[in-house]
């Protein structure tokens, strides 16, 4: 039996192609035309020449430090909030008393509190700690305020898990620690994706952090570090687009990777 063509579905494709590809040519084809020309025929025209100038300078600038520097930071943000949030959305799920009901909601409350609010405080602590101008004091920031949505995330995911499979663990004298090795956690994959890029993605596009809690050119990440290419007089905007694109691609590779299992969490499919 043929099937009739879906002509809405397509038109409704292509205008999303659009949507989506017409301003990455513009990115593009500004970051490879030299500084003087690119406003010549404006971002959509055809550029009448092309250049890699603009990412070597990029290079030069010593930005592949800041994007190695958020690579790590993005990496042990991910560490901590897994580490931390899938045993406590386990125990949250699985908790029968006031404690673990405790637990959730003040981690909802924490959905609440802005990081502007409390930065002042933060940079007070990360001083005291003695983790000022360290990446480590823009990791444990970063990964307290990414906690909140990553309990409540896994949480969700978790509950998809069967009571029967629970139970079943439970009668085979499986403790509470191999029950989320063997089970919980594989069962769990895409609301650990969905976490995992979301952590990473926080990590990676943070500005406040890294902006208050460095100060140095070898703890720059990559977005204060895009404020070398503005100075007073202008910008330097074929570099600064030439750096956004370096920039992207790292965080566009883990979301190319996981992109599947982070479309099933969000759809609420917990991993089934």
Known sequence: MRTRPNYAAGAAALVWLLIIGVPLYALVNTALQPQSKYTDKGPLGLPSALTPDNFKTVLDSGFLQYIWNTVFVAAGTVAI???LGIPISYAVV???????????????????IPSQAVIIPLFLIVNDLGLYDTLWGIILPTAAFALPVSVLVLSGGMRDISTELYEAMA?????????????????????????SVFAALQAWNGFLFPLIMTQSEDTKLVTPGLYNFVSQYGANVPALLAAVLMSAAPILVVYLFARRALVAGLMGAGGK
């Open 81 to 83: 909030v897994l580490a």
């Open 94 to 112: 699985r908790g029968r008393g006031r404690l673990s009901t405790g637990v959730f909601r003040l981690f909802l409350l924490g959905l609440a």
């Open 171 to 195: 009668l085979d004298g499986a403790s509470p620690a191999r029950t989320l090795r063997t089970l919980v956690v594989p069962m769990s994959k895409s609301a650990i994706a969905t976490t």
